[in-house]
C-alpha cells in the first residue's frame, strides 16, 4: 500500500526560509539548513524545497553563523542542504531547461518541481520526463480563486495568469507525463484558514497522478481533511512547521490519530543526533580569532545589494535579526506593528479568552505542582508577565531565573523583590563564575558574542525545569523577533521551539562545541542542554508567547510596574541608548555585547529602541535618526570591566572584533573603519570612523 505522506515545504529567498502569505507578502524565518537538519531528526516523509527569489543570488546575511554554506546561488544551498536532509528532497525554483534540472538533481535533489516553464512550454513536461524518469518531475499549480467562484491557473509566482483552468491543466500535465502534481491555493497561502477542499477534490478526482494538497494549514486538525475529503495523496504546508515545537511529530500524530494510515514518526535516531558534534577543523575557527589568523569575513565577497534602510524606522537590511522589506522599502516589523495597531479591542478580547482556554487546559488541578513557568529576568516585561499572569489570570506561576552575573544593583535588586511583591516561588539558577567567565571569553572569540551563555541559559533552564517539576506550560513575553523584525504574523502565534533556540539565540553553535575547550566537561554545561524531544513530547511542554494574547506596550506597561510594584530604572542612563528602564539584568546587553552588534552590523540598541517608538507614534523618523547618529556608534565603559572579568587586553578585543566586521557595512578609508550611515541622505555626511 502507498501510504499517505505528511510533506513540509520550506520557501528560500535570498538563501533565508520565509514565510509566506498570498504569495506577496514574505517574512525572514532564518536559515534552511536548522530546519532541514531539524526535519532530519524526525524521519520525515518528504521534502519539498522551492526558491521564490527573484535573483539568483542567496546570502545569510550573517557571518557568525555556525551553520553557513558557501557560496551564493541557489545550487550552493541546495548542496548545503542536501548533507544534512536525508529524506527525499523536490526542489524547485529558477528551472528553465533540462540543464538545470540535471544540475539540481545532481547537486543532490530527488526531484525537481517546475511550474512557469511547464505553461511556457508544455513539452518540456514530456521532455523532463522521458530524460530523468516521471518520478523525478512534479508540476507545481498555483491556483487563484476569482470573484466568480471560478478558478484560474497562475504563474511567476502567483503574478500571471495563464487562462488554464487547474482541472483542465492537470489533465494535461498528466497526459504529458508528470510525475505529481503539487497544488498550491494562491488564496489560503497563509491565512491559516485550512485547505481548499472544493480546489483539492476537482483535481484528485480528475487525474490519477499523485497531487499533493497545499496553502492554508494553521492548525494540525487542518491537514486530515486534504486527504480524508480533498482525496490527496499527500498535505503539505509552509508556515506552521516554523510555529510550535515539535510541530512535525504533533502533526503526524493528529493525521494517524484521524484514521490516516501514514508512516510513524520518530522522535530520535540512533544514526543522527540531534545536538551536532564538532569537527576540529569547526573548532579550530576558535584557536585562530583568538590568534587573530582569521582576516575579515568573505572580505573579498562583493554584495550586489547596497545597504538600505527600513523608508518608515530605522533598520537597515543587514541586520541581526531576520529582516525582509517589501516593494515600498518598508521593513516586515515596520508593517506588522501595523497589523497589530490595527487589532480592535473585540480581537485582543477573542485572544484573552484563546489564553484563558490554554491556562484552565495546564492549570493544576491537585495542587501538585505549579500551574506554569515564567522565565524572568526581573525587569520591566517580567514584572508584566507576573502581574498578568498571577493577579489577572489568577495562576500560581514557579518564576525561573538564569543568572549570567552581570546584574546592575538596580537590576538585582528588581529581581529579588518580585518574590515579596507578586508572592510567588523563585528559583535562581547561578552557574560557576569561573565557567561563565570561560564562556564569555569563548563565545566572544568565537561568535563575537560574549553572551551566548545568557541567550542560552535563558532559553534552556526553564524548559529543563518544567520536564523537571513535571509543569507542561512555560509563558515568556513578546516574541522578540515578531516585534523587532516581523518574523511572523500576529495571526500566527508562534512558540518558542529548539530550533528556535539554536538558530537564533545560539547562532548555531550548539552546548556540545565548548566541550573541551579550557577544560570545560558535559558536566558543567548542564543548564545549556536542552531536554529530549521525547521528554517535551510526553509532557506536553508549550512555549506560548504573553504578547500573542495580550496587547503588548512596553512604554505603557513599564510606568504601570513602576506605579504598582515599585520597580526602579537605572538612576543613570545608558551610554548606547536613552532608555533607562531596558536590560538592567545584564550591564552589557546594553553596553560592549550591543556595541558588538554596532562592529559587526553598524547598528546598535538605541536603533532598536527607535524603531519601536517611531512604530508607536512617540517618536519621528527624523527624531530618530539623530539619537542613532549620538548614541550607535559609542564604546562603553563597562567593557573595561568586561576585560578584567575575562583577563584580556583591549587590543586583543579590537583585533578580535574586527574579523566580525561585515563586508557589506564596513571598509578601510586611510586605516579607519567607515560605513554609510542612514543619515547620509540628509546632511552628505559618507562616513563614521569607529
Known amino acids: ?33 536548522s530546519t532541514v537538519k531539524r526535519f532530519s531528526d524526525w524521519n520525515v516523509d518528504e521534502l519539498i524545497l522551492l526558491d521564490i527569489s527573484s535573483e539568483d543570488y542567496h546570502d545569510l546575511r550573517r557571518d557568525d553563523l555556525q551553520q553557513r554554506y558557501h557560496g551564493t546561488t541557489a545550487l550552493d544551498v541546495l548542496k548545503a542542504v542536501s548533507q544534512v536532509c536525508f529524506m527525499p528532497l523536490a526542489f524547485g525554483g529558477r528551472i528553465r531547461s533540462l540543464e538545470d534540472i540535471r544540475l539540481r538533481l545532481s547537486a543532490g535533489a530527488d526531484k525537481c518541481v517546475i511550474n512557469t516553464v511547464a505553461v511556457k512550454d508544455p513539452s518540456f513536461i514530456t521532455q523532463a520526463a522521458q530524460r530523468f524518469g516521471a518520478q523525478c518531475i512534479v ?15 497562475y504563474t511567476h509566482r502567483g503574478t500571471f495568469p495563464t487562462g488554464w483552468d487547474p482541472v483542465s491543466w492537470a489533465q494535461e500535465v498528466e497526459r504529458l507525463g508528470a510525475g505529481e502534481i503539487f497544488l498550491n491555493s494562491i488564496d489560503r497561502d497563509g491565512s491559516a484558514q485550512g485547505y481548499d477542499i472544493a480546489l483539492i477534490r476537482s483535481v484528485t478526482s480528475a487525474v490519477s497522478i499523485p497531487v499533493i494538497a497545499c496553502g492554508g494549514v494553521g492548525r494540525y486538525e487542518h491537514f486530515p481533511p486534504g486527504i480524508l475529503e480533498g482525496g490527496a495523496s499527500a498535505v ?53 580569532r583568538a590568534s587573530g589568523i582569521i582576516c575579515l569575513p568573505n572580505v573579498l565577497r562583493k554584495s550586489i545589494h547596497a545597504v538600505r534602510w527600513c523608508t518608515r524606522c530605522v533598520y537597515p537590511a543587514i541586520s541581526a535579526a531576520p529582516m525582509e522589506f517589501d516593494e515600498n522599502g518598508v521593513c516586515m516589523g515596520c508593517r506588522m506593528a501595523e497589523v497589530k495597531a490595527s487589532i480592535p479591542a473585540s480581537e485582543w478580547r477573542r485572544r484573552c479568552d484563546l489564553l484563558r482556554e490554554i491556562f484552565e487546559r495546564y492549570r493544576c488541578r491537585d495542587g501538585s505542582r505549579h500551574d506554569c513557568i515564567i522565565p524572568v529576568s526581573g525587569g520591566k516585561d517580567s514584572y508584566f508577565q507576573t502581574h498578568v499572569i498571577k493577579n489577572e489570570f489568577g495562576l500560581n506561576p514557579l518564576l525561573v531565573t538564569y543568572n549570567g552575573n552581570n546584574y ?25 563564575v569561573e565557567l561563565l567567565k570561560k564562556l564569555n571569553r569563548l563565545g566572544f572569540i568565537i561568535m563575537g558574542d560574549m553572551n551566548w551563555h545568557a541567550h542560552v541559559g535563558i532559553t534552556t533552564l526553564p524548559v529543563r525545569i518544567a520536564v523537571q ?22 495571526d500566527d502565534f508562534p512558540e518558542m521551539s529548539y530550533r528556535d533556540r539554536l538558530e537564533h539565540f545560539a547562532r548555531g553553535d550548539e552546548w556540545t562545541y565548548f566541550v573541551g575547550l579550557e577544560g570545560i566537561t558535559a558536566q558543567d554545561m548542564i543548564p545549556y542542554q536542552y531536554p529530549s524531544d521525547q521528554e517535551l513530547f510526553d ?22 510596574v513602576i506605579e504598582k510594584y515599585g520597580f526602579q530604572i537605572s538612576p543613570e542612563p545608558f551610554e548606547r541608548t536613552y532608555r533607562r528602564m531596558s536590560n538592567l539584568d545584564d550591564m552589557h546587553e546594553n553596553g560592549v555585547h550591543d556595541y558588538l552588534k554596532y562592529i559587526k552590523f553598524g547598528y546598535g540598541r538605541c536603533t532598536d529602541h527607535v524603531c519601536k ?74 562616513v563614521l570612523t569607529a
Not at 499517505?4 to 502569505?21: D, E
Not at 508540476?139 to 491557473?153: A, N
Not at 517539576?469 to 511572523?488: A, M, N, V
Open 539 to 560: 509532557l506536553d511542554v508549550r512555549g506560548i508567547y504573553l504578547g500573542n494574547y495580550v496587547h503588548w506596550e512596553a512604554n505603557d506597561h513599564g510606568p504601570m
Open 469 to 490: 517539576f513535571k509543569i507542561p506550560l512555560i509563558i515568556w513575553g513578546e516574541h522578540g523577533y515578531l516585534d523587532l523584525c516581523g518574523q511572523f504574523s500576529m
Open 139 to 153: 508540476v507545481s499549480i498555483d491556483v487563484k480563486l476569482h470573484e466568480d467562484g471560478s478558478y484560474e491557473v
Open 408 to 432: 546592575t544593583p538596580t537590576g538585582w535588586r528588581n529581581l529579588h523583590r518580585m518574590k515579596e511583591v507578586f508572592g510567588v516561588d523563585h528559583i535562581i539558577y547561578s552557574p560557576s
Open 1 to 33: 500500500m502507498v501510504r499517505p505522506r505528511l510533506i513540509p515545504c520550506l520557501l528560500l529567498k535570498n538563501g533565508l526560509i520565509v514565510r509566506s502569505q498570498r504569495f506577496s507578502v514574505h517574512q525572514d524565518i532564518g536559515n534552511p539548513l
Open 613 to 686: 517608538d517611531i512604530r508607536a507614534g512617540r517618536m519621528t523618523r527624523e527624531e530618530g535618526i539623530e539619537l542613532v547618529r549620538q548614541m550607535d556608534h559609542r564604546k562603553p565603559k563597562d567593557l573595561y570591566r568586561w576585560l578584567e572579568y575575562v583577563g584580556m587586553t583591549e587590543e586583543e578585543f579590537d583585533r578580535i572584533a574586527d574579523t566580525f566586521r561585515d563586508p557589506r557595512v564596513w571598509r578601510k578609508v586611510n586605516g579607519q573603519w567607515v560605513k554609510d550611515n542612514i543619515w547620509d541622505e540628509h546632511c552628505g555626511e559618507k
Open 236 to 288: 503539505s504546508a509552509a508556515n506552521i512547521f516554523h510555529f510550535f515545537e515539535l510541530s512535525y511529530p504533533l502533526a503526524k500524530k493528529v493525521c494517524r490519530e484521524a484514521g490516516i494510515p501514514m508512516r510513524e514518526s520518530s522522535l530520535s535516531s540512533r544514526w543522527l543526533l540531534r545536538e551536532p558534534s564538532y569537527t576540529e577543523e569547526e573548532r579550530e575557527r576558535a584557536r585562530e
